[in-house]
């Protein structure tokens, strides 16, 4: 029978450390989440350009949930698409929050047929960016070398992304 105790002992210290181990990880990736927002930058093209340069976004952030880092696009994003969410983005989804809080931010990369970068498109909420029109998202293309093509309020993002404001402006996953 002593050796039944000493067992039991083991697995139940085992699975103790395991079930703390479980609860500080979620602790330090909503933490990682709130760190993140403090680290955000300004609503400008150049300081978002800047920031995801320095961020290395390709190799922290996670990629669309479900689907191959590299996956098939349409226009006007390109014949291939990379998907990256930041952690307060990715966790706002994981939560089925509704919508992205301030702080989130969503990076595509837009590859042509043959594999070559095209732009970088670029979702983000900004805390205090008004832009009542698309749910407070401020919208940037920038191409390969850095060079911004649109940014803000970009009409033409607002009205296609229009069509699933309902999901907060996002088509490639669901919030709600």
Known sequence: MRCSWSFLGRFLTVLTAALLGVVLAAGCASQEAEDMSAEAPAAEGAAIVEYL??????????????????????????????????????????????????GGMVVKENFMPDGTLAA????????????????????????????????GKVQGCTECHGDVQDNDFLFSVDVK
């Open 53 to 102: 340069g320095s961020a290395d976004f390709q190799n922290t952030w996670q990629h669309l949930p479900g689907v191959e880092p590299l996956y098939t696009g349409q226009d006007p994003h390109g014949a291939l698409l990379s998907t990256y969410f930041n952690a307060i983005a990715l966790k706002a989804i994981e939560d089925k929050a509704g919508s992205i809080p301030a």
């Open 120 to 151: 970088t498109t670029v979702m983000y909420k900004p805390a205090g960016f008004e832009n009542a029109d698309a749910n407070g998202w401020f919208f940037l293309k920038y191409g390969p070398d850095g060079v911004i093509e649109a940014e």
